[in-house]
């Protein structure tokens, strides 16, 4: 295996992972931090977390500040997530700052959809 593949290896992160860990940090409120590249590849696993956290009752947090790339796929998810939660009069709670998502939402017209906070910085 060449070091090139190694660091790779090394540096993706599973999604569920990363929400187990979140989720056992603050019970109260799930917490679902989603990974620094999201892509087609990790979407399933994605749709599952998501899909645990549909019917809680209290606000999920949404951690996307460290999203470096995020595609279509994701995009469609995290908005069929919100309208799904909002249909429940349920509530998103948006963690972290990431210019890659408003940058999307932005090009998809799905900014209202999705009802990201207002980000100090002017484009």
Excluded: Y
Aim: with cysteine; aromatic share 2%.
């Amino acid at each position: 295996m060449s070091t090139k593949k190694v660091k790779r290896k090394r540096a993706a992160r599973s999604v569920a992972a990363v929400v187990e860990a979140a989720a056992a940090a603050a019970p109260s409120q799930p917490t679902i931090v989603l990974a620094s590249n999201c892509n087609v590849k990790d979407a399933a696993e994605l749709k599952q977390s998501l899909c645990l956290h549909l019917d809680h009752a209290d606000a999920v947090a949404l951690d996307v500040g460290g999203i470096e790339r995020i595609d279509t796929s994701t995009m469609q998810l995290l908005c069929a997530f919100v309208r799904d939660r909002a249909k429940q009069q349920r509530t998103i709670e948006w963690i972290g700052d990431s210019r890659v998502v408003r940058d999307a939402a932005r090009l998809l017209g799905v900014e209202t959809m999705l009802d990201l906070p207002k980000s100090g910085v002017t484009p």
